[in-house]
């Protein structure tokens, strides 16, 4: 078999927070209402799609109670309530919404200390399995300042029983650096994808320390990935252009771990079969091109 036609079979799963979580997991923002505000237009398709995430092998969910705000805990709780023993909630704290449904920061000791209880309230918990700590910076892009005095406190509540692991969200390697001088860090949640490829330093660094990296936004978010080259591999190996993207991110290194959302119970099932699609390096090479990176070297995923 030729180099170019090697395919390459990522791994199905990755420790997280110190339990074997499957790669492909469910993030639950597109649970709320619009602009992720409010609630649901149907709940009883919200509480489906928990549920059919669940019962196909989904055990990593990505959570915050400033979704909604509270509305995408209280689902995830009527859902799954007593939850799996499989299964690990991931939750994030440093954010408020406004009554306006505008996102604003909640960094304050005292303003974390009250996220993490409403979470533990919302989700029914009496403790949060992963708590990441959400930095503003440019909302969806990191920037350069201490966070020693917001990770302290939430290393805190760690220290009293509240919290079994923390992350972080939009930082940098720098922050990384900084919050892993105070506590171990067990994840970092930042915007990747297939054409957004700033963190490719920073997800081959946390590799190396065994730290799981969690794209949010890995299909483009609110402004979803759009390239013909994309659509052209697609239609080559015979998948959707956003399962290619999925199974991109799952082929880029290890420590990848999915949280992609929907409402939808039928997208949610074409987001999980992405999961199944081998890449050999050639297409990899024309993936990795579409971003304006590099070929990786290596790939072990």
């Not at 009554?99 to 920061?105: E, F, H, I, K, M």
């Not at 730290?211 to 697609?234: D, E, H, M, N, R």
């Not at 290619?244 to 039928?266: D, E, F, K, M, Y």
Request: charged share 15%.
């Amino acid at each position: 078999m030729s180099p170019t036609s090697q395919p390459h079979r990522p791994a199905t799963t990755y420790t997280l927070a110190g339990r074997t979580v499957n790669r492909m997991g469910y993030g639950a923002m597109q649970l709320a209402g619009p602009g992720v505000f409010g609630p649901p237009k149907d709940r009883d398709a919200a509480i489906a799609v928990l549920r059919a995430a669940v019962a196909s092998g989904v055990n990593h969910i990505d959570t915050s109670d400033y979704y909604g705000p509270h509305i995408t805990n209280q689902l995830i709780r009527e859902a799954l309530h007593p939850y799996p023993d499989d299964l690990v909630i991931v939750t994030k704290v440093g954010a408020r919404r406004g009554a306006d449904a505008s996102w604003l920061p909640a960094l304050e000791p005292a303003a974390i200390r009250q996220a993490v209880h409403d979470n533990l309230r919302n989700l029914g918990v009496e403790v949060m399995d992963v708590v990441n700590l959400r930095i503003m910076g440019d909302i969806h892009a990191p920037t350069e300042s201490s966070i020693e005095r917001e990770f302290t406190a939430l290393a805190e509540l760690q220290r009293q029983g509240l919290v079994r692991h923390i992350g972080l969200s939009n930082v940098t390697s720098a922050q990384v650096a900084q919050a892993l001088k105070i506590a171990p860090v067990v994840c970092v949640q930042n915007q990747y994808n297939l054409v957004q490829r700033g963190d490719d330093a920073l997800v081959d660094e946390l590799a190396e320390q065994g730290i799981a990296y969690v794209p949010f936004f890995p299909l483009g978010g609110f402004t979803p990935i759009q390239s013909a080259g994309l659509s052209k591999v697609a239609s080559a190996i015979g998948a959707t252009p956003m399962q290619v993207a999925l199974a991109w991110l799952l082929h880029r290194a290890p420590n990848v771990l999915l949280i992609p959302g929907t409402s939808s119970v039928q997208h949610l099932r074409e987001n999980l079969k992405a999961a199944e699609i081998v890449l050999t390096d050639a297409i990899l090479a024309e993936l990795d091109a579409i971003g304006g990176g590099t070929p990786q070297a290596s790939r072990i995923a």
